[in-house]
């Protein structure tokens, strides 16, 4: 049987990588954990190659999702479950799993009130450049997307991180180790 793929998408300072890796750290063996940014960033030739539209949502994000989610199917066919993380629209990872034709998969929006990703860029992650009216902006964009397109949405801004690893141990049917409080 073909295993199940978690696509978690969000702006920065939402939650994505840390839960990635809370689910890593309790299931590497039962589940492959990929972070889109593990491709680094293209160099401004590569970005000019997929056009005009390079910022956050435009072509390159597009072009290099549908490159994920084709090696993503690979571990899926193979009975493998796969968690993804990554800023991607919502729009791109449903295109790119219609055209792999790959239906055992959830999108989840990660995501935090304004409040809670300033304190997290700024303080946790010390990259206070990435607070911007910007980053503001584009989490709504995706907040908007997840409802559109009604995916879940989770609020790591509200839950703790143990409730938020439970609930994606369930998206992934793996037996959870993260006891919820």
Not at 2 to 13: N, W
Not at 33 to 49: A, L, N, R
Not at 170 to 181: D, E, F
Request: charged share 25%; aromatic share 8%; proline share 6%.
């Amino acid at each position: 049987m073909p295993g199940f793929l978690v696509v978690l998408t969000g702006a920065s300072g939402g939650g994505k990588t840390t839960l990635a890796r809370a689910v890593e750290n309790l299931h590497s063996d039962e589940c492959a954990v990929f972070c889109f940014d593990s491709i680094g960033v293209p160099s401004p030739e590569m970005m000019q190659s997929f056009g005009p539209e390079y910022q956050p949502g435009g072509a390159w994000q597009r072009a290099m999702t549908f490159q994920w989610i084709e090696r993503i199917a690979e571990n899926l066919r193979s009975g493998e479950s796969v968690l993804f993380e990554g800023q991607v629209r919502i729009a791109f990872i449903r295109e790119a799993l219609a055209e792999s034709g790959l239906s055992r998969a959830r999108i989840i929006l990660v995501d935090c009130d304004d409040a809670t990703r300033r304190a997290r860029l700024c303080h946790d992650r010390g990259q206070p450049e990435l607070a911007t009216a910007d980053m503001m902006n584009w989490s709504r964009y995706l907040r908007d997307e997840a409802i559109q397109f009604r995916c879940p949405i989770l609020d790591t801004g509200k839950l703790p991180l143990s409730d938020c690893v439970a609930l994606l141990e369930q998206s992934l049917n793996i037996p959870g180790r993260a006891a919820p409080r």
